[in-house]
């Protein structure tokens, strides 16, 4: 399987390259950089020493997959062309993963990508739409929130057992989600000792979060997401709040859960009791998952924990490659997370 | 003014030391401890080199005013003394807090204390409260996470802008809230890159906001109220969400903000747009607020920042002994916090 | 190949099953823990939720090998029996890391090996020694700050390139390296913005730095070795300063590296005027290198970066495994390090 | 005394206005930024939203002391013209703090202050050079690093007892020190969990600290110096080593500077066994000082350790304002650091 990464200097570019550099089926032919063309990839990330490769320019050979991983607005102007030429894309960035184009225009305040290539686009999300993928040629990977959202609310809300206008995504990331690029919002001495919230009411992975909850719900569904910046490097936690129908009891969404996932390989339902940390995730594809009904409140506290860069990223991807190539998903993402 | 701290080892014990050191009023001649009486407070605090002071056990000699800083259970038993004997007590711990005996005893699992006592207890948050503090022996100060909670919450609970049904918090804490008793849950290795929920749905501090919240709107008020572990030391975030009575808009929401605290010291709405961060707080006893409406889901999400050590309990207590002494409050707590 | 761990939940004995998980010849069948027999190694470890096994007692089974991670005094103990038994045993403790049983004893105040077992154990630091390694049956695992002072210093003290009482050794070291006990000084509120030196004159890595690093120069050298802690989970970063012999140059000092390095999978001497930090090497084997002589005082500055656990433990021990075993050293051990 | 502060929007700018707001004797009447001039303070630090001043241009009104915290190279150029007018100069930067000319052309790569000015400048370490600083007009505030290394060295090359070839200088560092500027190097993600050396052989505080040592041992010294960046925000560690001279013990090296020190209110010489943390000092303007001598190698361990943005910058700054204008030194300085 000759593979390709666009965008290979920056986090998730890198990170896929950690990643297949573990997998026996993808051999790495092409690294593409529009900044660091003409650099080995070591120059740039001296801990990828021993995995010399020169960085090429945009100009992308034949290959069986290609990873994107660039800045919203570039992967939808290109992938056209690329999809032509009989290769499969695997786009970790937004341009393909909101089918409704006026939508992505008010969020992303960008030219949507053209309608006939977004038609093609599969949200992938393996262990809530696996179906749709097989056999597909563009894949839009998801947002990290959006993962560690949805992968706690769709199996409640397709089993209609919560209120939907009543839902709210408190979640908190670590930096590297922001990327590579420098500015004073990631300089160390403002971020450490230090948490916030930002983009509240306004970040872009809220119109992505209401899409798929919406399609579970088959009806449309706003929800408050609110991301928060914590000094840590990897990892997301998701605290979602939602009222339950009169009835329902915690064991019954405990239960829901666990249809959902038993067979899944990385979605871990916690035993009752243990609460998903950030870190039981890192540097893994895992998501741990628990959740507590407030009986006072009939309020239902759902949290989720995985590591931004693999699950909300690159491993999602490699998954999501496993899948279109009909290879066990989990092939090149057994590891555990690095504890401690 | 003759000061002394019992419990003067802990995290808050030597805070109020250091506080205190800096207040022109208030001469320390206390420190008890019962786990080290006998060794100098340096031994045990070396960046207190310069402030040699011999620990002394638990029994208190005459004095103005005593702080204790002690774990719950204690401050109970020997305020009825130390009243009688015309010492003004302002205790950090949880003891006071709850003027329902029965609540107290649901949730700390211990026996309340005295009703007598209880009664002459005054809950210290000088901005919400001001006026019962004056003259008064007995202050109760609150707990760090509803402090930052109420402060968001009191102007617009007491105003009526707010289905007081719907109100969330989600609060993350620095790793000193949870004082200096050492066990796994505050190994370096274990929290530093991670971050978690914990005490989920029975949090201690959950009956004490509650209460506040309930004589705010004299009506019973339940609330979700959902701690985090972030890995940094100081500082308090609460995310609150709420939604808000038809034809209230985000202006008349900061509006109340702005009368409320227009003329406080410590108590900043920040301009429109600016978030607050935990670490503008850091060593000082200012709260930072912000707000926002979503005009989609109705609900207003509020943010307030500070420091758990300072204006979530030290500071708020030199604030108190300010209080009640008829002194500015100010004293002693001037300073900005301290960045990067 | 049958393992077994004895120590499993310790910090380098859960990091043994993250890597063996990853080895496609190990089949992990005993885990034995003094502590914790009879859990499941995931109740300790959540993140281990999908690697269930029971946690044994101290009885070891038949196995081809058993790494024990234990405290220092203990291994000793049992070594015998299990070598009797035909078990190869990889000790990740000090006890037979030290072949002076009196100097042993100076340091550790605990009774040495058996001189006749410490006589069957070889010092397992592969790119050092690898020919003595083959076919033995107890390896001493070394310690983690030996391990990144050995690999820089062992190649130009072999060819006396360095004035042999000059040798000083700054070493700096995240949490971890201090194992799972709970105490203040790993209180992450004590440890957080904030670094030290510790155990200044008297740590127990100087005499088994000095003891390889005699035998390299085939005369007593004693160094001064100071380490630090810093606030991270993982990572030695060992700065070194000697003084060169006369007429030596910069060059010469890297040459000898390469030819000591330039075959080895794990030890990579960068580039020029790229220095190493801690993080190129995170949670992979990995050690990176730089030098620079400073020509007016005619000191070389040798800098290594490991990961403690892995090349500074686990991996390492897995790295000598692979070699008792006949096996390709990188099997199991093929990632990079985590970026970021 | 009406005081001014240029550069007032960097990290030390920003520092000398916290500290200052505590002094009773300082007005703050002029805060000039060439980047910022128009904005109000708190519009770039938000914590400090209750200490509204405008930002003004580089046109420095009369003032009685202007604090100087520029970039290398600037302050050099307007000092003459200040000091004509009679306004005492207190510059942070480099620019002043190297006597000899060619040694800061060589080290800096920037045209020297005019040399006329440079002679008028004094090196503003009060506790090693205090009776040369009464009266004078323009002090050169010392380097971060320097400050922890000099305070440590100075008194023992004074008494004659360190072979003076054999100091060597390893410092560790927090990001603070690299100042606002956003780059790779101070990105939260590439910071994080990391420890390296950085400007080995070539740091420009070398000729700083060479120039006060040979002054102080009344011949020529060379040292080793390499500085190395923590994973923290605050806080300099100077572990120092150097060979003693025959005959002399730990006892003498302590009393040497127990006598330099034991009246001065900042410096501190902790009990023995005691060593220092930075944290000890976070955010005050003490250092804190442990030795130890190795009497196998002869060779003396010194630690210091103070925080950079204070006792390295802006609190050793403010003391030096304090002996301009005959104050007690400790004014506006008396704060303990925080802890935890």
């Known amino acids: ?164 206008d009543s839902i709210i995504i408190d979640a908190k990331s670590g930096v590297s989600g922001a990327g590579r690029g420098v500015n004073l919002s990631v300089h160390y001495s403002e971020v450490n000792e230090n948490i916030k919230a930002y983009g509240v009411g306004q970040h872009r992975h809220t119109p992505e979060i209401e899409q798929q909850l919406s399609k579970a719900a088959s009806r449309e569904i706003m929800v408050n997401f609110t991301p928060h910046l914590v000094p840590m490097t990897r990892g997301i936690l998701a605290t979602i709040y939602a009222q339950v129908k009169p009835g329902i009891g915690e064991e019954v969404l405990r239960e829901m859960w666990r249809e959902a996932y038993e067979t899944e390989p990385f979605i871990h339902v916690l035993p009752e009791g243990v609460w998903p940390q950030t870190k039981y995730a890192y540097g893994s594809n895992h998501v741990f998952l628990q959740l507590k009904l407030d009986k006072r409140t009939r309020r239902v506290i759902l949290v989720s924990a995985l590591d931004n860069l693999v699950k909300g990223a690159s491993g999602q991807a490699v998954q999501n490659m496993n899948i279109l190539f009909d290879l066990p998903e989990t092939v090149g993402l057994e590891l555990n997370g690095l504890w401690p």
């Open 1 to 164: 399987m000759k593979v390709g990464i666009l965008g290979a200097t920056g986090y998730t570019g890198q990170e896929l390259l950690r990643i297949l550099g573990n997998h026996p089926e993808a051999e790495i032919v092409y690294l593409g950089s529009s900044s660091s063309a003409g650099k080995d990839i070591s120059e740039i990330y001296p801990h990828l020493v021993n995995r010399q490769m020169v960085l090429e320019d945009e100009s992308v050979p034949d290959l069986d997959v290609l990873f994107m991983a660039l800045p919203h607005g570039l992967a939808s102007a290109k992938a056209g062309e690329l999809l032509n030429r009989g290769i499969k894309i695997i786009d970790l960035g937004a341009d393909f993963r909101l089918q409704d184009a006026a939508v992505y225009q008010e969020w992303y305040k960008t030219e949507p990508a053209d309608q006939k290539i977004l038609q093609k686009a599969v949200y992938g999300l393996p262990e809530l739409y696996r179906n749709d993928l097989y056999g597909q040629n563009l894949i839009a990977n998801p947002g990290c929130y959006p993962t560690a959202a949805l992968l706690a609310l769709v199996p409640l809300v397709r089993a209609d057992l919560l209120l939907t």
